[in-house]
């Protein structure tokens, strides 16, 4: 089972990709205050906050998604 926590989307040109370097910033579609969604086998299936939990990056489940919508990443 691959879960996937989506913090945003985004479209970069490829020459700015390979140049990327430590403390460059992407700016993503959606707002900072967006929740996170997540993924289970490309599937749309919660929503969530992004924070830290005993030092870790983490996410709280804010909902479950009703939707089941699939992702594919192909």
Do not use: C, H, W
Not at 47 to 73: I, L
């Amino acid at each position: 089972m691959e879960i996937k926590a989506v913090l945003g989307q985004t479209t970069i040109e490829l020459g700015d990709f390979l140049n990327l370097k430590n403390g460059d910033v992407i700016r993503l579609n959606e707002s900072y205050d967006s929740p996170v969604t997540l993924q289970v086998d490309n599937k749309l299936k919660f929503y969530a906050q992004p924070g830290v939990s005993k030092g870790r990056m983490a996410v709280q489940v804010t909902e479950v998604s009703t939707q089941g919508v699939v992702f594919d990443d192909d």
